[in-house]
């Protein structure tokens, strides 16, 4: 019996690239540090993906992995195709090596990877995955729907994701700092917007939630996104799970790179 995911996850590491579990049909990671865990080492591999071929494959993004342009769909608020469209029409983009449509319409386009960091320019639907980042890749599937490669483009080229900026959001800049929200007003906005996801993106949401409360404070009470993530129809062994993953998380973040265990990778 063929195993898709542990095929592709054994192609990747061939190439270099890092890759770790997510959980079925979820973006969120399946291991305790997110993709401080991705490696390249066959053995830890196969005892992932061997065993549960129903994990999503994730690879790191940024050098050795892959730098990767995220074009959003979020209909009806907008989409990033008119982005793409200029970024293509100032070759921007004519290094990319290949394309994959993403469960939720959206496209991902592959570059070489570099030491830069993540990147949202949320006006332009549009996300850049670097060093310190993670996506999807196929035949993994979020919502039923799997992300597939639709196109292998040739390049072997970089996103410079500072020139994007530059032309997508020229005045990104020169605008005045926006208020930064209270810990517990933040927390409060998060909550209400758990609240109201809809089936098939409540745990993933629920994650993104408790990253950016985690962020703002690494001590932050999560019973208001709790509370909300009953509301919208978790049960809560699912919720408490998802929570201890964004903590981990966070805590993996804070803490300073283990240089010993780089060097063993």
């Known amino acids: 019996m063929t195993n898709p995911t542990l095929e592709e996850a054994l192609a990747c590491a061939e190439r270099g690239w890092p890759v770790f579990p997510c959980r079925p049909g979820r973006k969120a990671p399946a291991t305790g540090h997110g993709h401080l865990d991705a490696t ?85 639907h549009v996300d850049f995955r670097a060093a310190g980042g993670y996506v999807l890749i196929p035949p993994s599937r979020v919502g039923g729907t799997p992300y597939r490669r639709i196109e292998t483009l040739g390049g072997a080229g970089g996103l410079d994701w500072h020139a994007a900026v530059r032309l997508l959001e020229p005045s990104r800049d020169h605008r005045p700092p926006a208020r930064r929200p209270a810990p517990e007003e933040q927390l409060a906005q998060l909550a209400r917007w758990v609240a109201g996801q809809p089936q098939g993106n409540r745990n993933d949401g629920l994650f993104w939630a408790a990253n950016r409360a985690l962020e703002a404070d690494p001590a932050a009470d999560l019973s208001p996104l709790a509370a909300a993530a009953r509301q919208a129809g978790l049960d809560d062994p699912e919720i408490t799970s998802t929570l201890n993953s964004a903590r981990r998380t966070s805590h993996a973040r804070l803490q300073p790179p283990d240089r010993e265990a780089e060097g063993t990778s």
Do not use: C, E, K, M
Request: charge should be positive; hydrophobic fraction near 40%.
């Open 40 to 124: 390249t080492d066959p053995g830890r591999i196969r005892a992932w993906f061997g065993r549960r071929p129903g994990l999503n494959l994730a690879v790191a993004t940024g050098a050795p992995g892959p730098d990767v342009l995220d074009i959003d769909t979020h209909f009806p608020a907008g989409s990033g195709f008119p982005a793409l469209l200029r970024l293509q029409a100032a070759g921007l983009i004519d290094g990319a090596a290949a394309r994959v449509r993403t469960p939720s319409g959206g496209l991902h386009y592959y570059f070489a990877g570099s030491s830069q960091r993540n990147g949202h320019l949320a006006a332009s």
